[in-house]
């Protein structure tokens, strides 16, 4: 079983950036970030392989945001940069026992407790 866990979210102005962070209790594969606001289903972010040779984003983040992970360190991270209101929502990472990267959430067996974000305009 592996353990998920989130930090990196606050309160941001629109225009400014924030950098999650995700640490893992053990070794992953592919991993990936979501977020779901209030009454919204979950969405996918980005995602990455477990070299970090491929990786995925959402067309609504594409150019602002970065996903990368450190494998020495079990973290992957989310650079989010020129953040808009609608960014604003509960941030999860996951992750999955296999090294194809998707965008499908029900692909990902590892949740985090989710963190934060909210941008004001």
Same mark, same amino acid.
């Given at each position: 079983?592996?353990?998920?866990?989130?930090?990196?979210?606050?309160?941001?102005? !629109?225009?400014?950036?924030?950098?999650?962070?995700?640490?893992?209790?053990?070794?992953? *594969?592919?991993?990936?970030? *979501?977020?779901?606001?209030?009454?919204? +289903?979950?969405?996918?972010?980005?995602?990455?392989?477990?070299?970090? !040779?491929?990786?995925?984003? !959402?067309?609504?983040?594409?150019?602002?945001?970065?996903?990368?992970? #450190? @494998?020495? /360190? @079990?973290?992957?991270?989310?650079?989010? @940069?020129?953040? /808009?209101? +609608?960014? =604003? !929502?509960?941030?999860?990472?996951?992750?999955?026992? #296999?090294?194809? %990267? =998707?965008?499908?959430?029900?692909?990902? +067996?590892?949740?985090?407790?989710?963190?934060?974000?909210? %941008?004001?305009?």
């Amino acid at each position: 079983q592996v353990q998920l866990v989130e930090s990196g979210g606050g309160l941001v102005q !629109a225009g400014g950036s924030l950098r999650l962070s995700c640490t893992a209790s053990g070794r992953t *594969f592919s991993m990936g970030w *979501f977020r779901q606001a209030p009454g919204k +289903e979950r969405d996918f972010v980005a995602a990455i392989s477990w070299t970090g !040779a491929s990786t995925k984003y !959402a067309d609504s983040v594409k150019g602002r945001f970065t996903i990368s992970r #450190d @494998n020495a /360190k @079990n973290t992957m991270y989310l650079q989010m @940069n020129s953040l /808009k209101p +609608e960014d =604003t !929502a509960v941030y999860y990472c996951a992750a999955r026992p #296999d090294v194809v %990267v =998707t965008t499908t959430p029900a692909a990902y +067996e590892y949740w985090g407790q989710g963190t934060q974000v909210t %941008v004001s305009s």
